[in-house]
């Protein structure tokens, strides 16, 4: 059973409310920190040296990415945020933990390892066109050490959360040990534990509450080849749930808005809010930090998903990876 999503006035009052309530929520994020780099400027000519752009540096920032992205946006909705991670002996993880507690976020479940460099993106951006990026990362399994300090933060940290968000990144650090712990701990206490998956470890996710890949994500995922029309993508997404044995599912689907699935077979087609398109970075985040704050928040799993498509329209049409807040969401939910 499909249906199509349509917006009324009493739903909006309703999702309204339930944005009015994030505050002081407090959520824990579990996954693979990184600070994300962006160097911008103009570009008026080609080097000499090499069929390359020359772009002239107006403007560098700094900001938290990856886990550190869906914790700064859980915070610039009111929320109480910790995180729980893994950073390197090095200038961008000070930076990253400094960044991450001036935006109100503990970093008490944060574990520095002398052996991992801490993962950082950089972006060159020359008129709000991306140049070329380039990494610095370690990736790989955790040392048996930092893995035991992990899970013994882990635990600490659970204990205060009313929800818990899965960044997985692929770097590491959301290995089966910390993926079940987090799950049985979740489930112990009763409390919503969403993911953002890789597809390397999509089976992994066994019994959280909410999934939510994007469209490639979910036929990667399954190790199929993409198909076109809802019929296929309802018969995938449907197969995913039993897969995985979670609770719901929302794959995300760019212009084409979301597609939520619930148990009984119930699928919900919500179309896209966002009304220009600028930068997709860190959309993903934004969607898993609205939709699991909801669901904290007393919403349901359709409510949680209708908030956050509204959140993910507010931060496409921003410029690199973006928050979005209390207000604008208020103001986009009419």
């Not at 780099?37 to 990415?65: C, D, L």
């Not at 002996?89 to 400094?98: K, M, N, T, V």
């Not at 919403?299 to 509204?310: D, E, K, P, R």
């Amino acid at each position: 059973m499909a249906r199509e999503m349509q917006a009324n006035s009493a739903g909006a009052r309703s999702l309204r409310r339930l944005v009015e309530r994030f505050k002081d929520k407090r959520i824990l994020v579990v996954g693979d920190l990184m600070l994300d780099q962006y160097v911008r400027g103009s570009v008026s000519r080609i080097s000499p040296e090499a069929p390359v752009p020359v772009v002239r540096v107006t403007q560098e920032s700094f900001i938290p990415g990856g886990a550190g992205n869906v914790a700064d946006n859980l915070a610039a909705l009111g929320a109480k945020v910790g995180v729980v991670g893994v950073i390197g002996d090095d200038e961008a993880g000070r930076q990253l933990a400094d960044d991450l507690r001036a935006r109100r976020v503990s970093v008490d479940g944060v574990i520095t390892d002398r052996w991992r460099v801490t993962s950082q993106k950089c972006r060159i951006v020359a008129e709000r066109q991306q140049v070329v990026r380039f990494d610095r990362e370690t990736v790989g399994a955790l040392s048996e050490e930092t893995s035991r300090h992990l899970l013994k933060r882990l635990e600490s940290a659970m204990e205060s959360a009313q929800a818990v968000i899965l960044s997985d990144y692929g770097k590491g650090v959301v290995d089966p040990r910390l993926l079940g712990a987090a799950i049985r701990l979740a489930k112990r206490r009763r409390v919503p534990i969403t993911v953002d998956p890789k597809i390397e470890h999509f089976r992994r996710y066994r019994g959280v509450t909410c999934l939510t890949p994007n469209l490639h994500e979910a036929w990667s995922g399954m190790r199929r080849a993409p198909k076109g029309g809802l019929p296929e993508l309802e018969a995938l997404g449907r197969d995913i749930l039993k897969a995985l044995r979670s609770e719901s599912l929302l794959i995300t689907r760019g212009p084409d808005g979301m597609s939520l699935f619930q148990s009984k077979g119930r699928v919900t087609h919500i179309p896209t809010r966002a009304r220009e398109v600028f930068d997709v970075t860190g959309a993903g985040d934004t969607v898993i930090s609205v939709l699991t704050l909801a669901l904290a928040a007393g919403a349901s799993i359709l409510q949680a998903a209708q908030i956050s498509n509204h959140a993910a329209g507010i931060v496409v049409a921003k410029l690199g990876t973006a928050t979005t807040s209390p207000a604008e969401l208020l103001e986009a939910i009419k």
